[in-house]
């Protein structure tokens, strides 16, 4: 239970957006559950640490937990945890202009996450791989990937995401000069 509630702080912690804080308090939970039949718990301290990291913009540390995290998931053979991961996996790398890996993991998850019914997984993978697009600059490409994210956050009632494609696709609109269409996404994300 000290393990539980280290791991709690640590994620208010991380929410207020105080990180040193947070990666002490996730580093307590990781000590608590360092031995062997806490495989499940380790993976959410390891998830959370690597969080805190991506909120720090620190990359590559990131990615290192997401790795011990991703591989604790699939030794439990927690589906939903390997989606997960791997679409971490696949933003930090997108953050460090490593486009090929990037695509990799959110391709790696979408089958993963489509086979269990995570629709906010689904949701989560269109939308790196539209983001992914926008960077290559294939702006037709990234709108068949982020008009159907959007469908599934709107159905979710997840607000969160919604708002994230809705400014995705403006940018998108924006950046083919369509002020209009560009104007109507943003104004729906406010």
Not at 67 to 77: F, G
Not at 92 to 109: G, N, T, V
Not at 116 to 123: K, L, R, T
Request: one cysteine or more; glycine letters at 8%; aromatic letters at 12%.
């Amino acid at each position: 239970w000290q393990g539980r509630v280290l791991g709690c702080l640590g994620n208010a912690f991380e929410r207020m957006g105080e990180y040193a804080k947070a990666l002490e308090y996730h580093q307590g939970c990781l000590q608590r559950f360092s031995q062997e039949p806490y495989l499940r718990e380790r993976s959410f301290a390891l998830n959370n640490i690597a969080n805190v990291y991506i909120a720090l913009g620190e990359f590559a540390k990131a990615i290192t937990y997401h790795e011990q995290s991703l591989r604790l998931k699939r030794q439990m053979r927690d589906t939903w945890g390997e989606g997960s991961s791997l679409q971490n996996l696949g933003v930090c790398y997108l953050q460090l202009h490593d486009l090929e890996r990037a695509e990799c993991y959110f391709r790696e998850s979408l089958p993963i996450v489509e086979a269990i019914g995570d629709q906010e997984g689904i949701s989560i993978a269109l939308q790196g791989l539209g983001d992914i697009a926008v960077k290559r600059g294939d702006f037709g490409q990234a709108l068949t990937y982020y008009q159907p994210s959007l469908t599934i956050s709107e159905t979710l009632g997840d607000r969160y995401n919604q708002v994230q494609t809705l400014l995705n696709l403006g940018k998108v609109y924006a950046q083919q000069t369509k002020p209009r269409e560009a104007q109507s996404y943003w104004q729906r994300a406010l």
